[in-house]
């Protein structure tokens, strides 16, 4: 199973990060956390006013609760932070944790601030998550549809269509990944 540190950027538009913890339940691929992207995540969510203070906090307490086990540890990357390269003290705790934990990726829309080279050294690649989705729709198609199905099937305010939630993954800037949906939904359900 593919894991992966995805970056606060990525945890923006809630249908994206719904659906990578939706894989992560799923058991489709493994999204690592830790205390520190949990909490810059609340910070940045209500600084930008997208939700509230106690809205993001019981997001957070539930990424805690439902995903334990993909929890890092700062004993486990602390010693890395100072090796990490950089000038964001944010994202070099990231690179840190996802050396630590495992991850095969780092997903996420600023690349700058995550130096391929250096973290390819660490068997560690940094990807969008446009491409990023695409690739784990093309190795794991039914479980990828299968999930997006399910997410959509459980929208209530307001009722969602899988073929709705690919028009909001789109928006939310996973376009060709939700084009690459739409044509596997389609071919779903002309079988």
């Known amino acids: 199973m593919t894991r992966v540190f995805v970056d606060t950027n990525v945890l923006f538009p809630f249908s994206v990060m719904d659906l990578m913890l939706a894989l992560t339940e799923d058991s489709v691929h493994e999204v690592l956390w830790t205390n520190a992207l949990l909490a810059e995540w609340e910070r940045v969510i209500v600084r930008e006013q997208r939700r509230s203070a106690a809205s993001a906090a019981a997001i957070t307490a539930a990424i805690r609760e439902y995903f334990t086990d993909s929890e890092v540890l700062e ?75 399910r997410v959509a099937g ?33 071919d779903r359900n002309r079988d």
């Open 75 to 149: 004993a486990e990357y602390a010693h890395l932070i100072e090796r990490m390269p950089g000038t964001d003290p944010d994202d070099r705790v990231h690179m840190a944790a996802a050396i630590a934990g495992g991850a095969d990726a780092i997903v996420t829309w600023n690349h700058a601030d995550f130096p391929a080279e250096a973290l390819a050294s660490h068997r560690v690649r940094v990807c969008t998550p446009d491409d990023y989705l695409c690739e784990l729709l093309e190795s794991w198609p039914d479980e990828v549809l299968d999930t997006v199905v």
């Open 154 to 186: 459980e929208k209530r305010r307001p009722p969602m269509t899988p073929e709705g939630l690919t028009i909001l993954l789109a928006k939310a800037g996973v376009p060709t990944f939700a084009d690459q949906l739409q044509v596997k939904l389609a």
